[in-house]
């Protein structure tokens, strides 16, 4: 099934909104928000609530297990993050569950996605492919390494450049899209298209990155008073360490 608009009934922003969000809203509001429970998260440069999530699926079906844990219960499923970036640099990791085929980039509301046709597929779409070792953006060419189970993959989104990159366990591997239409009215959305039974767990920033790559933000704040703790208990344990 296509992607339907959902109704915007409240937007709750913490900051006004600029005049680079507003050329936005009217494209976006209707795709992403619909009756969220916690506050919209505006920083400069990303529209979208402050715990991201998947929005529905764009074509086929998932099993959701722990809120980012997907898992593709159809010949090929797509499926959109709740939160758009419009300027800045940004990250997000995947842990793959399964090392299968799986196109994951990024992508605008303006794509139509099906059961033959995933992120990378249109031109309003970026992906990697890390089984066919492949980039796609309409077209298809060779790219990147081989994945395997277990395997950290990162993306990173550099809307100042106009580019997309991939990286395996923290490793560059190369810029795989240059010069991507950026400016008023462009925004992307991280996505996601699985085949059947493939799976991968996501993580928007809203834990610490395995892998956080210099200069790029994570699309959720991350939880700064537990990394605090956690932190102060590291430190205590090799303390204790060093004592006995």
Not at 53 to 66: I, L, Q, R, T, V
Not at 215 to 244: I, N, T, Y
Request: some cysteine; proline content about 5%.
């Amino acid at each position: 099934m296509e992607c339907s608009n959902h109704n915007f009934h409240e937007l709750s922003l913490d900051n006004p909104i600029t005049p680079k969000t507003s050329f936005l809203l009217d494209a976006v509001v209707n795709f992403v928000f619909e009756d969220y429970s916690n506050d919209i998260w505006n920083e400069e440069g990303r529209i979208g609530p402050s715990d991201v999530g998947f929005h529905k699926e764009c074509a086929g079906s998932f099993e959701y297990k722990d809120g980012l844990e997907i898992s593709s219960k159809d010949n090929f499923s797509t499926v959109y993050s709740d939160t758009c970036i419009y300027d800045g640099k940004w990250q997000y990791e995947v842990l793959l569950g399964s090392k299968g085929v799986m196109q994951i980039g990024w992508a605008t509301i303006n794509c139509t996605f099906s059961q033959e046709n995933g992120v990378g597929d249109t031109r309003s779409s970026y992906a990697y492919d890390g089984n066919r070792q492949r980039k796609w953006n309409s077209s298809t060419s060779k790219y990147g390494e081989l994945w395997s189970i277990g395997d950290v993959i990162s993306s990173t989104i550099d809307l100042e450049k106009g580019e997309i990159a991939y990286y395996r366990n923290g490793r560059s591997m190369g810029i795989a899209f240059k010069n991507i239409p950026t400016g008023p009215g462009i925004a992307y959305f991280p996505a996601f298209s699985l085949a059947m039974d493939e799976s991968l767990v996501v993580n928007f920033g809203g834990t610490p990155f395995c892998y956080p790559i210099h200069g790029f933000r994570s699309l959720q704040a991350p939880p700064e008073p537990q990394l605090h703790v956690a932190k102060m208990c590291f430190k205590w344990l090799d303390k204790l360490v060093l004592l006995s």
